[in-house]
């Protein structure tokens, strides 16, 4: 027998065949592929995920931000001129003789009624420089007197349509046209012909300029030139998204392991008698590695065309979010190309480790179907640990979370991809040490961890994916809530749903009363304010109605250079505003001089509470250091709400004088659309503005999010790796039901397959996720870190294997087909 199976002498270190049969057996992995497609169905579907998330995440990376001569049109330079100034004709006569062509825009501010306001503009839609900011939605451009065209979002605040009249200031206007500004889709402006606005309140001049020019020309005496501001200093998106692409693929490369180790292990006993046929161990394994090429080119055609219809497809909705126009053909088609050969390449290494298994197979133990012996987990598990401890260490070094230079971007990458890779690399030997614990375990759980110790070749590359995936989710968990987190940059919704907030002209967010050091907004006559603010809160029934006082207080953190400070207005605790919220003002400490609800606030070091008049670059007179910060669960924590106040003693230690600044509206139902118009033209009538509830996410939502697609994503790896491991295992199953075993037992085989598959991911995943997460905010832990995510990460650690461990137990226990109809290789 062994001598009709044994290979003719010097086949297998000779030709072969040469050309003609490398052709033959390419044929052969091709007919294979056709056959046996859907058994590889995964890893091409993984595979045509990865490769068309590429290219949408490139595509959307480099399309978000917004053009880099926004604002400038065409034009390299622009100066801002006052409307008042008498001698504007002469300037601009001026600017035109020295710099030839010039684009003169003009400006005034509408009253909306909200804090966004907009603009009446009049500008040349044809100018020389600016005619890339107009565009046309509907209609035309305005051309003479008593014409005008609007923004959407404009016209809908006025209720307005194309070929109605407008009337503003006691001039009425027919509205010929819908208008957009292509650079910048949030800009909100009323557009009227060139010369049709008499008294702008200032006046643009685009003009394209040297740097010769530039000295030789003397400005009028407050307008200084502006330029288009430089490119960023960190990594091009696209670089960044080619990074993550890679942790994708790698991710990919690793279920592709599993799945040609199965189709390996499926093929052995063909494999074998191919060998015996005088086959050469190049011809045996061009099997394997044909196939996996064959796997990765198909993915890389229909992933491309995929990524590719789905971006043009998501191109106009991309313009929404990111506020300019999106050309589709704009994103960088180098990553196209390098993400397809990105998946051929890793569908072909994939299917390289199985093929050498399968060479060094001898041929009558091919020949027997079973399965191929585990490399030394010791061999991945060295160069893993390495990895495990480069990652946190680059990460330490990389300057934190926001780093802006290309040193600290790389840092910061390579030691996320490294802290990967080690993950990857030292998972096998986790599954090596099941051997260990099946010893003390009842039967049935001893078969399935003894399974995947025999098995590793497809649970060692599974149980790193399925950690990989634990991984991902665990850091994108904790990455949110520590970048978030911050009380500096503050993130979440603003309002409720059923609020409102009225602001005096000319404050709100962005301009109120700590908008900018010594500036003091104008104040209405308080009798007038009153008025409008009932006015405004008529229109909603009968709400609760909150005086909102605030001061100049300004709250800030030393850093290097100077103070940073933290964008909010810091109202008055005072008895009403705490009682409204359930606090009892007896609770507060009375030596605080700050109460919050941002989390970290009362941990962050080099706090400072100042006044906008006094120095920022250090804690002078008149500025408070390290405050004592309290922090209050009850207070709201929108970012238009009170949600840092100023105690009496804080107000004492700067000497100021508290006065109304808002008015917080609270209904007993959600704002609806109507009330909302109703309340905005209230406002408008009565010289105020008002802001309502954006659509902001809220920090939980995103960690949620995050939990919920990672253990899904490891579920689904999962359930591969167990349907690989018990399919392999089908003979055993057979044994076992000819001897009596019940279906509780197969039940448990596979249950206790998948539940320590997903509690050893979910343990190692989540604990590296937080070492790394920890590193990257050495410096901000007590801010960041003061309050993790502990529901989450317990829903990935205790979660994950307590659902993979019920949905193996119900899955499994059907009867398999009896010994006698084992299937035929």
């Not at 061009?286 to 998501?314: E, H, Q, R, T």
């Not at 397809?340 to 179907?369: D, F, I």
């Not at 919220?581 to 030596?591: F, K, L, V």
């Not at 790394?772 to 989450?792: I, W």
Request: with cysteine.
């Amino acid at each position: 027998m062994s001598a009709v199976l044994a290979p003719p002498v010097g086949a297998r270190a000779g030709a072969g065949g040469g050309a003609p049969a490398r052709r033959a057996v390419i044929r052969w992995a091709w007919r294979l592929f056709r056959r046996e497609w859907r058994q590889q169905s995964l890893v091409l579907v993984l595979l045509t995920l990865a490769v068309a998330a590429t290219i949408l995440s490139a595509a959307v990376g480099v399309n978000t931000p917004p053009p880099a001569n926004a604002g400038f049109g065409t034009a390299d330079h622009l100066v801002s001129l006052p409307g008042n100034d008498p001698n504007l004709d002469a300037d601009i006569a001026a600017l035109r003789q020295h710099f030839g062509t010039v684009d003169v825009i003009g400006e005034r501010p509408l009253d909306t009624g909200t804090v966004q306001g907009a603009q009446l503009r009049a500008q040349d839609p044809h100018g020389p420089f600016g005619y890339p900011m107009l565009d046309v939605v509907s209609g035309r451009f305005p051309a003479g007197p008593g014409e005008v065209a609007m923004t959407r979002d404009l016209a809908s605040t006025y209720g307005l349509a194309v070929g109605r009249d407008w009337s503003q200031d006691g001039q009425t206007r027919r509205l010929v046209g819908l208008v957009q500004n292509p650079q910048n889709l949030l800009d909100s402006f009323a557009l009227v012909a060139p010369g049709q606005l008499a008294s702008p309140a200032h006046v643009t001049v685009l003009f394209r300029a040297t740097a010769a020019s530039l000295t030789g020309f003397t400005f009028p005496r407050g307008a200084t030139p502006q330029a288009p501001p430089p490119g960023g200093s960190g990594l091009p998106p696209a670089v960044v998204v080619f990074t993550f692409a890679i942790f994708g693929l790698i991710f990919v490369g690793l279920i592709a392991i599993a799945g040609f180790s199965a189709l390996a292990q499926r093929r052995m006993r063909a494999l074998g008698m191919l060998t015996s046929l005088g086959a050469t161990d190049n011809q045996v394994r061009l099997v394997m590695v044909a196939g996996g090429a064959v796997v990765g080119a198909v993915a890389a055609v229909i992933g491309a065309v995929s990524g590719l219809a789905a971006w043009i497809a998501y191109a106009p909705h991309l313009a929404t979010s990111a506020h300019h126009r999106v050309v589709w053909s704009a994103l960088p088609w180098w990553l196209v190309v390098a993400a397809m050969l990105l998946a051929v390449a890793t569908a072909t290494l994939a299917a390289v480790r199985p093929a050498r298994a399968a060479v060094r197979l001898p041929v009558v133990a091919a020949l027997s179907g079973r399965p191929t012996p585990p490399r030394p987990a010791h061999r991945s598990a060295v160069p893993g640990l390495v990895l495990l401890a480069a990652g946190p260490v680059m990460l330490y070094f990389c300057g934190g979370w926001g780093a802006s230079t290309p040193k600290d971007q790389l840092l910061q990458l390579g030691g996320i991809l490294a802290t990967a890779v080690g993950v990857l690399l030292v998972a096998p030997l986790c599954v090596a040490l099941l051997g260990a614990v099946a010893r003390r375990s009842p039967v049935a759980v001893r078969i399935a961890l003894r399974d995947l110790a025999r098995y590793r070749s497809r649970s060692g590359p599974a149980l790193a994916a399925i950690t990989f995936a634990v991984l991902i989710a665990g850091m994108t968990c904790l990455l949110a809530t520590a970048r978030y987190a911050d009380p500096v940059d503050y993130f979440g919704p603003n309002l409720a749903g059923d609020e409102l907030v009225v602001y005096p002209a000319g404050t709100g967010p962005g301009s109120g009363p700590d908008a900018g050091p010594g500036v003091e907004p104008a104040r209405p006559d308080p009798a007038r304010l009153r008025a409008a603010v009932d006015s405004v809160a008529a229109t909603l029934g009968n709400p609760a109605v909150l005086t909102l006082e605030s001061t100049e207080a300004v709250v800030g953190q030393a850093v290097p250079g100077g103070v940073r400070s933290y964008g909010s207005t810091f109202y008055i605790a005072t008895p009403q505003v705490l009682r409204f919220y359930g606090i009892d003002p007896a609770s507060i400490d009375p030596d605080a001089l700050i109460v919050t609800a941002r989390t970290g606030l009362d941990r962050a070091p080099g706090l400072e509470l100042f006044t906008p008049s006094k120095a920022e670059s250090s804690c002078a007179a008149g500025c408070v250091l390290n405050p004592k910060v309290q922090h209050l669960d009850r207070l709201p924590a929108g970012t238009s709400e009170p949600n840092i106040l100023i105690t009496a003693r804080g107000v004492d230690a700067l000497k100021v004088t508290p006065q109304p600044a808002a008015w917080l509206i609270r209904s007993s139902k959600p704002l609806t659309a109507a009330q909302t118009n109703n309340a905005r033209q209230a406002a408008v009538a009565g010289g105020v503005h008002i802001e309502t509830a954006s659509q902001a996410p809220s920090l939980d939502a995103l960690r949620n999010y995050a939990t919920g697609g990672g253990i899904l994503l490891a579920l689904a790896v999962l359930a591969m790796t167990v349907g690989l491991i018990r399919a392999e295992a089908a003979g055993d199953l057979r044994t076992l039901t000819a001897t009596g075993a019940a279906a509780g037992t197969r039940r448990t085989i596979t249950a206790a397959t998948a539940g320590s598959l997903g509690l050893i991911g979910a343990v190692l995943g989540t604990g590296v996720a937080y070492l790394a997460t920890a590193a990257l905010f050495r410096s901000q832990l007590n801010e960041r870190m003061s309050q993790p995510p502990v529901l989450d990460l317990v829903l990935i650690v205790l979660g994950l294997p307590v659902v993979a461990t019920v949905g193996g137990w119900l899955l499994a226990g059907r009867q398999p087909p009896v010994i006698s109809r084992q299937p035929i290789e």
